[in-house]
């Protein structure tokens, strides 16, 4: 049972570049989340989805986009990399019962 | 609003000692959930607990225990006989049951250095 697993692991970008990061769950889950980790500021949720077909922007959502096709998967899609996108990247889910958030290992993403 | 405030912003401690984390919350709801998550060196982050808030019964689990006070919004986590294997990132995080989206709020963390 791999839980949640995000590809890739690292990153670098140039300003301006495109790229997706893939998030894949295998639990079923109803609800999926990515967050993006800053020093000093703890995680913040950029977008989510309650289930497959919606997405909902989260506290900081300008420069990403989403897309959930699948239940199992939650792609979060940078259209042109900024310096300021420099950051780690989480993806969670979690079922309809209000247990914990499974998060993934984590991308750690460079716009230079 | 929802809020989560960690104000203890990075702890150093000697090995054995014993040490306290807080979290301070805001919310608006009442059946909201409250939660640590451990964050170690290597990047990942491990959960630790869920609390409800019906349920102010405090938790003991080995050297970690928990103090949810609702009339002080608090939530804290003391490590008894502290470890080196402790030293981690810590967030405390909210989440609300009625917005129904189960998303979490979370602090900015506290760092625990843990010296031998």
């Known amino acids: 049972n791999a839980g949640v697993t995000q590809t890739p692991k690292f990153r670098v970008l140039k300003t301006g570049q495109s790229m997706t990061l893939l998030c894949a769950q295998d639990m079923n889950h109803e609800y999926m989340y990515w967050y993006r980790q800053d020093p000093g500021m703890g995680l913040r949720l950029i977008h989510y989805?309650?289930?497959?077909?919606?997405?909902a922007k989260g506290e900081v959502p300008d420069g990403y986009n989403v897309s959930r096709l699948k239940k199992q998967n939650f792609l979060l899609g940078l259209e042109s990399a900024a310096p300021s996108q420099t950051s780690v990247y989480f993806c969670a889910s979690k079922n309809r019962l209000n247990t914990e958030a499974f998060f993934g290992q984590g991308t750690r993403l460079t716009v230079v | 609003a929802q809020k989560v405030t960690q104000a203890q912003t990075e702890i150093s401690v000697v090995e054995k000692e014993d040490v306290t984390l807080d979290c301070v919350y805001e919310?608006?709801?009442?059946?909201?959930?409250l939660f640590w998550y451990k964050q170690p060196p290597s990047g990942e982050l491990v959960f630790l607990i869920r609390?409800?808030?019906?349920?102010?019964q405090n938790e003991i689990s080995g050297r970690y225990s928990w103090n949810f006070q609702k009339s002080t919004s608090s939530f804290n986590f003391t490590i008894t006989a502290s470890q080196v294997v402790d030293s981690a990132v810590y967030f405390c995080?909210?989440?609300?049951?009625?917005?129904?989206?189960?998303?979490?709020?979370f602090g900015t963390g506290t760092r625990l250095k843990v010296l031998a």
């Open positions: 995080a909210l989440s609300e049951a009625a917005s129904g989206t189960y998303k979490y709020i």
């Open positions: 919310t608006r709801d009442t059946t909201y959930y």
């Open positions: 609390r409800n808030s019906f349920d102010e």
């Open positions: 989805s309650v289930g497959e077909g919606t997405t």
